[in-house]
């Protein structure tokens, strides 16, 4: 192999792990930042840690996925221009790279101070991927709470690696709203795909009649997020961390705009099969994320 070939077939390998979607793995940083440890150097190494062995280890499931989706990506209208789908690399150099990011995903938790809670998180992410990977993504409503799962535990993992205990209320908050971007990811993947003859040729457990199920239970499970959301300003917890809990409530209107807006996206046929990146690179996301975070800081600072 020429010097050129190897350096494109290294692109195309990085491609293949999809870097932007490591964007959803900042999510182990969520329990520091609610934690308000965002200033501690410890914490914050500690997520970046977490944070690159959820994004191997992610790199890794991707790559899988492409191997067993190959035929199948071969005839979607989008997802041929996957590298592997494309050519770009063969089915043994992805082989050969699952198990080195899969070693060094778990090699990193030994610079963690609680190694063990992490691997067990990180191993219970890896076992429900492949299960969602082989079995669960064609079962109706089992792929989406396996996915809201998955995103779950990324959150769970941010707990471990930085030692903050678990919050019930946020993982109540977490499942209900990575329930709804599940079912918007679902949803849009059905629109691109759908025909006349239903949606079995896609491999999911859907027809072409269940759009607008899963559009009436993502929307309500948006809904949940945000009920949640406003019954823990109340609570306890939130007394303890802000001087002024009553601000938080002004999060609740903004989670419902946020959620709202992406299924109006879905609905109209404009929103990616990938609503978290979606919404990370959004910059009306943006701004309402930094909306979130500014009445977090008043609600911590203010006298």
């Known amino acids: 192999m020429t010097k050129e070939k190897g350096d494109m077939a290294l692109k195309a390998m990085i491609r293949a792990m999809r870097p932007h979607h490591w964007l959803k793995n900042g999510l182990v940083f969520i329990p520091i930042l609610l934690n308000h440890e965002v200033f501690d150097p410890e914490s914050l190494g500690h997520g970046l ?4 062995s959820f994004s ?4 890794s499931i991707y ?11 071969r005839r979607h209208p989008t997802k041929c221009k996957r590298p592997l789908a494309a050519g770009e690399i063969s089915e043994r150099q992805a082989y050969m790279a699952v198990p080195v990011l899969l070693a060094t995903a778990f090699a990193l938790s030994l610079l963690l101070p609680q190694p ?3 691997v067990l998180a990180l191993t219970a992410y890896l076992g429900l991927a492949l299960a969602y990977l082989f079995v669960l993504k064609r079962k109706l409503l ?9 995103h779950t535990l990324r959150i769970l993992a941010g707990n471990a690696a930085a030692a903050i205990p678990l919050s019930s209320w946020l993982l ?17 993947e059905l629109r691109i795909t759908q025909d006349q003859s239903g949606l ?29 959301l406003a ?28 959620i709202s807006r992406v299924w109006f996206l879905a609905r109209r046929g404009t929103m990616p099969d990938d609503p978290l990146v979606f919404m990370i690179r959004d910059w009306r996301s943006q701004v309402t994320g930094a909306l979130v975070l500014l009445i977090m800081v008043a609600a911590t600072i203010l006298p």
Not at 63 to 73: C, G, H, K, Q, W
Not at 142 to 150: E, F, N, S
């Open 200 to 228: 079995k040729k896609a491999g999911r457990g859907y027809h072409a009649e269940d759009i607008e199920a899963l559009s009436q239970l993502g929307m309500a499970s948006g809904c949940t997020c945000a009920l949640i």
């Open 63 to 73: 790559l899988l996925n492409d191997i067993v989706d190959f035929e199948a990506d």
């Open 231 to 258: 019954l823990y300003v109340d609570s306890a917890a939130v007394k303890q961390l802000y001087r002024h809990p009553e601000l938080i409530w002004l999060v609740c209107p903004i989670v419902l705009y946020q």
């Open 172 to 188: 109540a908050f977490s499942m209900f709203l990575f329930l709804s971007l599940a079912l918007v990811k679902r949803y849009a």
């Open 56 to 59: 191997l280890m992610a790199s």
């Open 116 to 118: 063990k809670l992490f």
């Open 49 to 52: 840690v977490a944070f690159i």
């Open 142 to 150: 089992v792929d989406v709470l396996g996915l809201a799962a998955l």
